[in-house]
């Protein structure tokens, strides 16, 4: 069995000090995409720059504090990509892709479309070009998995008010359209896949008015798949008990 495992950790030094590493150490992942680290390797402890067990690969923005992604992996990948080879995105550290034997891996970290929907644009654009690279990986024969924080809820079941929210990013009409043309493409949003009336399954709460605890939240962290990797699924959970950040782990479980 491989487990996979995605997590918005808001901050990876603040993760750190709420037990990041005790969760690594119990949980053991075989892959972890890691997203909105706002640090520079430089700037983490030895251990959790380079956990025992792991190597690790980080992708950071040029504004410190700001976004940034990681991957660790028990499995030495056959090669690693820092970026889409897309400088305004690249800037922002915002894709890891890695090639193993039987998939290539991307953790990523969509833009948020911002308060007033300024960055709606920069994040479709975004969207577009990460979708072009994902096509031009599954051209080629290979299987994709990837994971993070999308920053949109694709359907009403994924979020606790939908209708209070239809005009703000993270369901704005054209951010989900963009997602039915992922899986209109043939990609699976696997969790759905395996759950596909299950509400109230969200990943990200507000830190205002006790959201987490009435659980009224959105589903913005999701495992994505190509179908030919569809036969060596098991199962894909969202873990709403881990603590830590706004966001929770969702993790995928494949049988090879």
Known sequence: MLKLYSWNVNGIRAAHKKGFLNWLNTVQPDILGIQETKAHPDQLEPELRQPDGYYTYWASAERKGYSGVALYSKVEPKSVQIGLGIPEYD?????????????????????????????????????????????????????????GDVNTSHQPIDLARPKENEKKTGFLPEERAWMDELVGQGYLDIFRVLNPDLEGAYSWWTARAGARERNIGWRLDYFFISPNLRAQVVTSQIHADIMGSDHCPVSLTLDY
């Open 91 to 147: 800037h922002e550290g915002r894709t890891i892709v890695a090639e193993y034997d039987d998939f290539v891996f991307i953790t990523a970290y969509f833009p948020n479309g911002g308060q007033d929907n300024g960055r709606v644009p920069f994040k479709m654009e975004y969207n577009r070009r990460f979708l072009q690279y994902c096509d031009g990986l599954c051209a080629q024969g290979k299987g994709v998995i990837f994971c």
